[in-house]
């Protein structure tokens, strides 16, 4: 089956870091990635819509300079937390959608990122 | 706005014993509904996928049923066990966008 690989799966830095996060499809082409930010006990909230080549679409709410979605091939997405604080503290999950119908197929999901900001 | 609902949050049962998991959106112009399962800590695992229309999808024990009208999911497991525990997140792809609206999750738990 489609596998998502993310990376890293676990990072604790210092406040004011800027930290990336990967996030690529292995064995296939995904035309669009999402990034969703999940908290403890919460499900999962979309925060930006990829597409290879384009900018990103931000939901309402989400800083976009803060988080910076680049999307520059077919299997490769990554999310920087730039400057992050304590509050940026979350697991952040990415999925990828491969070619297709739309509605045909499901979204692919790494395995997450468990975000540490101390 | 689309929205999801699941209940019950958090669900205990014995091994072996067959449960029943819900999920109730509100805009019925969906694409298709995923289950998915979370295990602590890590990222999400598709289950089932059903598309808008169909009624059900199988997958060993696991059966997905869906009524598109009235706004409704259930997800069936037969004769659990305790790898089973997990948290089920039922998702619907959106009619217009290629956006999921995920579900709150219910926190199952199979006792040994």
């Known amino acids: 089956g489609a596998v998502v690989s993310q990376h890293p799966s676990w990072v604790i830095c210092k406040s004011g870091t800027s930290v990336k996060i990967e996030c690529r499809s292995l064995d296939f082409q995904a035309t669009t990635m999402f990034w969703y930010r999940q908290f403890p006990k919460q499900s999962l909230m979309l925060m930006a819509t990829s597409n290879e080549g384009s900018k990103a679409t931000y939901e309402q709410g989400v800083e976009k300079d803060k988080f910076l979605i680049n999307h520059a091939s077919l299997t490769l997405s990554t999310l920087t937390v730039t400057s992050a604080h304590p509050e940026d503290s979350s697991f952040y999950i990415c999925?990828?959608?491969?070619?297709?119908?739309?509605?045909?197929?499901?979204?692919?999901f790494g395995d997450g990122t468990r975000l540490s900001i101390l | 706005k689309q929205e999801v609902t699941q209940i019950p949050a958090a669900l205990s049962v014995p091994e072996g014993e067959n449960l029943v998991l819900n999920c109730s959106f509100t805009d019925s112009a969906i694409y298709n509904l995923q289950w998915f399962r979370q295990d602590p800590g890590k990222g999400l695992t598709s289950l089932l996928l059903?598309?808008?229309?169909?009624r059900e999808q199988t997958s060993g024990r696991l059966n997905a049923s869906l009524d598109k009208s009235s706004g409704r999911s259930t997800l069936y497991i037969a004769a659990s066990q305790p790898g089973d525990s997990a948290t089920y997140l039922c998702?619907?792809?959106?009619?217009?966008?290629?956006?999921?609206?995920f579900g709150t999750g219910t926190r199952l738990t199979i006792i040994p």
């Open positions: 059903i598309q808008s229309s169909q």
């Open positions: 999925s990828a959608l491969g070619q297709g119908a739309l509605g045909n197929q499901p979204q692919h």
């Open positions: 998702a619907v792809l959106n009619f217009g966008n290629e956006k999921l609206t």
